[in-house]
């Protein structure tokens, strides 16, 4: 006679009931959840993780919990005349949002969500999610559609708020805005790395917001935000290791400012034009900026310089001289560099790995950037 009849005869009626509808998913082993983990975790390929998953509810329960990233993209613009048809599923930005939330709470421990776009939350979506978190420490949401819907501040704040502990994010040609970049500073302040290549609506007001909320802040790129000039980094604290600024119209008191942290270990930058420059008042990035990031930046790996035709040779001697640590470096379209700039490199950068240089557009002749390279560092790759 069983010690606990209740159960007994429950447990018989959900076999009889089983039985009757033999299409009821039902559990078909005994093992614990952490046994289960365990097999789950020895599973290499995807067929075999997604077979696991059907086998009963309970496989599939610790199936969705060992889901670390979920790619879901979504680029369908009906808007764009250039939109092949029935490549992209047609779901409306409303429906997008209802699929989120119910991916996030089925997927509780996702670690990396990546989004075609941002889901357009109405009001049903804020009242059913007020007191939802995510897990998600990585969130991409790029690339996003053409036309990028308009977002209220109500309706960013509900869906940052619903990544707090976000560490990594990608908003890449998303269109946000400083109230925007206002919202995600506040809600996801652990923010470390943050993507907002091509964002070009936003200015140094929101720059810096984002700077001073967010004070773990290493990595950050703002390559081609025509409407930042940089003055958001003065007065802020400095934490950063990565800074991507192509196309940006950084001063030299700026420069100085990003590099008066001195942990910067790469750096990315291409000068404005020098016709745009006289037109927009942007900043080339010339000799005495070069000498300031140098000297500024003992630490620095990789060094992206292409088309900074105003760089001389005191240039390149300075980073010879100081950087010592230099992995990396392009001078592609560089026209200034000559033979002395380059053995100045040569012979200063010595733990070189990969330099990049246009051979055809600067005063550097083949046999002596032959000769430095093929001859004194045989090691280094040399792309020309």
Known sequence: MSLFPNHQRKREEGE???????????????????????????????????????????????????????????????????????????????????????????????????????????????????????????????????????????????????????????????????????????????????????????????????????????????????????????????????LAACECKLTLEVIKAIVSGGELEYLYLETVSSELAKVDKGCIINTEAVLTISKGCPLLKDLFLSNCEEVELEGYEAIGMNCKELEQLYVMGCQRLCDMGLQAICDGCNKLIEFYIDGENNSCSSSILEHYFDGKKPEVILWS
């Open 16 to 242: 009889k009931n089983d039985q009757d509808c033999p299409c009821k998913i039902r559990r078909t082993t005994n093992l614990p959840d952490d046994c289960l983990n365990l097999i789950f975790k020895y599973l290499k390929t995807r067929d075999d993780r997604n077979s696991f998953g059907i086998t009963c509810r309970d496989w599939l329960r610790i199936r969705d919990n060992n889901q670390e990233s979920l790619w879901y993209h979504n680029n369908y613009d009906p808007h764009h005349k250039y939109e092949p048809a029935g490549k992209y599923p047609k779901i409306s930005p409303e429906s997008l949002a209802i699929i989120t939330c119910k991916l996030l709470i089925r997927f509780q421990h996702l670690k990396i969500l990546s989004l075609g776009r941002l889901p357009r939350i109405t009001d049903v979506d804020t009242l059913n999610s007020q007191s939802f978190v995510s897990n998600v420490q990585t969130l991409l949401i790029n690339p996003c559609s053409y036309h990028s819907p308009e977002y209220s501040d109500i309706q960013l704040s509900m869906i940052f708020s619903w990544f707090p502990r976000l560490t990594c994010i990608s908003l890449r040609s998303s269109g946000i805005t400083d109230k925007g970049l206002e919202t995600l500073a506040k809600c996801c302040s652990s923010l470390k790395t943050v993507n907002l290549d091509k964002c070009c609506s936003i200015t140094d007001s929101g720059l810096s917001c984002l700077l001073q909320n967010c004070r773990e802040l290493r990595s950050l790129d703002i390559s081609w935000c025509s409407s930042i000039t940089g003055i958001g980094f003065l007065g802020c604290a400095h934490t950063l290791t990565r």
